[in-house]
């Protein structure tokens, strides 16, 4: 089992129906292939963490790298897991607007235990955050 994480930036800033089509989608390949993850938005940047075996791993990332509504695809980690850090997320998913950025992404990785992937995530939130 693997982790991948990446950051990337929209071609235009989303809009909800875009981001909720990018999340179905999202959530109903990861269901079928066994993946989890975390995706957060800041403005047109996007940070995502996916877990899971490492050939549905590369699939899905092959699928995201050839998605032209993005460009600037940095992988930023890859590494063999032993245990999965959002096990139950079939794709989590948060915005800031309705709160700031870093304080949602705070609570969301409060219970990782891996500090690296925990700063990468809560640096990205607080370059990003967008308070109310």
């Known amino acids: ?74 992988q930023l980690s890859r590494r063999p897991i032993v245990a999965r850090s959002f096990a139950d997320w079939s794709m989590g998913f948060e915005q800031g607007y309705a709160t700031s950025l870093a304080s949602v992404v705070e609570q969301l990785t409060e219970r990782v235990a891996d500090p690296d992937l925990k700063a990468q995530f809560r640096s990205f939130a607080e370059m990003h955050s967008q308070p109310a």
């Open 1 to 74: 089992m693997e982790q991948l994480v990446y950051v990337s930036t929209s071609r235009v800033m989303p809009d909800s129906a875009t981001i909720e089509a990018i999340l179905s989608a999202s959530r109903r390949n990861n269901a079928r292939d066994g993946l989890t993850g975390l995706l957060v938005t800041g403005g047109r940047r996007f940070l995502q963490v996916l877990e899971g075996p490492s050939e549905q791993l590369a699939a899905a990332y092959t699928r995201i790298r050839a998605d032209e509504r993005h460009f600037a695809l940095v």
